[in-house]
């Protein structure tokens, strides 16, 4: 079953388009990578999904609803998360009342406030925080932050999940770690979509790859027929190689 | 437990000091001085009116200075209205007429932040200035009203009551899930939405709480002047000082806004009545001092007093 489905999505600002008739289809329990040199209009894709931005034209179906034109906080509601690339926590609050917060209001039906602060107390401990419980967001380390991003999006209880660059400057152990939550993420049937620049985490935990150049999908399929596309090797990969070998 | 609150959960201690200082008011009349009377008459609507600037610019961070629009839209209902009705009705008819001013112009302008959000509320006090004296002019031909006044014992139980609802009503909405999720929203408000807040819904409705309170206020306090025109209803001290209040009183506790809206008032009236001539530059004065040295304002000052005393136990019970 499709879990989202955009089709021929644009998005200009002012004279660029960002994004330009891109499908994007993703099928429920995968997890989907979202590559492209930078630019390629990832991150505008994102922010068209969760309804950050409203598309020019084209259609967004999430479990067969159409949600163009639908607030964020109606889309979060409806079971899609997601987090930013540059993290947008809430530094000020705790820990736990930045997943609270998630818990309490992400969710379609009322929760209780004993079951959200339960729930929230579940996320953090599922993302390894409830150590840092009641420290200040802002004082935790950026892979933390990171962390704790995804804990509040776990704690709205989204069937879709968002994560864009959850691991751009982590190191190699860290990305490891990272790679096993999204993999754990995974298995407890939440689809994720997901934009990464490391290339090795998408080729292992991706079921599918589709990328972008200049706001226009260029290539889809697995990740094996990604790394041998002609095209892509050429625009991206290409590239990688040269710097990267 | 719980705890989302913003404030720590009051100890019966503080309940007790609540209960104490709320007697001591409500018996005041009988025995203080006429002065005494007017004077914190006086110290309530500031009271009321920088507690209200609170419910809603303290967390989310909007900065509005349309209090003197809200308290002013209380006096034109009390001039308007005075002879004929009671004054209960005209304080429910003043409070929710600023309450629904409120709605509308949250509605339009609660997507501007910042100084933008700060500028438009600045321009709403003069937009409805020159409204009324438009209308004034043009059809009930004077500009300025007489007021029914009121008895000075009447005005100081009322305002007292207004005042022990609007600190009532701050401290249920900072301990309860919204209370939070305005926090939220001035940390970070796309993120806010983006996990399920209806923030615009939760702004205005927070800004039209708060603009209850201050119509109802200027109701009451209308009263005290037998006559009113637009630049006296309106008057832009009333949208400066509650924020200038709050911020020295410190914003993080309840008590903060209401330290500095009494330590201010009577500031204002003994500088007022010694030193004339000099008290704009000595209020000024005390006013760079406070900001210089007190970045957290008293409250913060007393928290960290607080904290020092039980060795650190607390230093940690609120953000």
């Keep these: 079953m499709r879990i989202l489905q955009a089709e021929g999505i644009s998005k200009s600002f002012g004279g660029l388009a960002a994004v330009s008739h891109a499908d994007i289809a993703v099928e429920q329990g995968e997890i989907v990578g979202l590559i492209g040199p930078n630019g390629a209009g990832k991150t505008t894709v994102f922010n068209l999904i969760s309804g950050a931005i409203v598309p020019d034209s084209g259609v967004i179906r999430f479990k067969d609803a159409k949600i163009n034109g639908l607030k964020p906080n109606q889309i979060c509601k409806m079971g899609l998360a997601r987090t930013f690339q540059s993290v947008k926590i809430f530094s000020n609050l705790t820990v736990y009342q930045n997943v609270l917060l998630g818990s309490l209001f992400g969710r379609e039906k009322n929760v209780s406030s004993a079951e959200a602060a339960q729930e929230a107390d579940e996320s953090l401990e599922f993302m390894g925080l409830s150590g840092s419980r009641n420290v200040l967001a802002g004082d935790l380390t950026l892979v933390n932050q990171k ?68 706001g226009e999908k260029i290539a889809e399929g697995a990740p094996g027929e990604i790394v041998t596309n002609k095209q892509v090797i050429e625009i991206y990969l290409g590239e990688w190689k040269q710097a990267d070998v | 437990m719980l705890s989302f609150e913003k404030f720590s959960k009051p100890g019966i201690v503080q309940i007790i000091l609540a209960l104490l200082a709320l007697i001591g008011l409500l018996t005041l009349p009988l025995y203080a001085s006429r002065y005494a009377i007017v004077l914190l008459g006086n110290i309530f609507m500031y009271v009321v009116i920088t507690v209200s600037w609170t419910i809603f610019s303290g967390p989310t961070r909007y900065i509005s200075l349309a209090s003197a629009a809200f308290f002013g839209i209380g006096v034109y209902t009390a001039a308007g209205l005075g002879m004929v009705l009671p004054l209960p009705a005209i304080i429910m008819i003043g409070a929710l007429l600023s309450f629904c001013v409120a709605v509308f112009v949250g509605g339009l302008t609660l997507r501007l932040r910042g100084i933008y959000f700060a500028m438009f509320t600045l321009g709403l006090v003069e937009l409805i200035v020159t409204f009324l004296r438009w209308w004034e002019v043009h059809y009930s031909g004077t500009v300025g009203r007489l007021v029914v006044s009121v008895d000075n014992t009447t005005v100081y139980y009322i305002m007292l009551l207004i005042l022990v609802l609007a600190i009532l009503t701050a401290h249920l909405i900072a301990r309860s899930k919204f209370g939070l999720a305005l926090q939220s929203i001035g940390e970070c408000e796309e993120a806010a939405t983006h996990i399920g807040i209806n923030a615009t819904l939760l702004k205005v409705v927070t ?16 009263t005290r002047w037998t006559y009113v025109d637009p630049r006296i209803a309106f008057d832009l001290q009333l949208s400066f000082m509650p924020m200038v209040m ?33 008290y704009m530059l000595i209020f000024g004065f005390i006013l760079v001092v406070a900001i210089m040295y007190l970045p957290k304002g008293v409250g913060g000052l007393v928290q960290k007093l607080w904290a020092k005393r039980s060795g650190g136990k607390n230093a940690h019970t609120s953000s």
């Design chain 2, 246 to 278: 709050a911020i020295i009183g410190g914003m993080n506790q309840l008590y903060g806004p209401i330290l500095g809206a009494v330590f201010f008032t009577y500031l204002e009236e003994i500088l007022i009545t010694r030193f004339p001539y000099y």
């Design chain 1, 147 to 214: 962390r704790l991003e995804v804990a509040r999006a776990l704690a709205t209880k989204p069937e879709l999940l968002m994560l864009d660059e959850m691991m751009a400057g982590l190191n190699p152990t860290e990305v490891a770690q990272a790679m096993e939550l999204v993999l754990k993420i995974k298995e407890q049937g939440i689809t994720v979509l997901m934009i990464e620049h490391v290339m090795k985490a998408i080729m292992n935990v991706c079921n599918s790859i589709i990328v972008l150049h200049y």
């Design chain 2, 207 to 222: 800004f039209a709480i708060s603009a209850f309170f201050m119509g109802a206020t200027g109701v009451i306090m209308a």
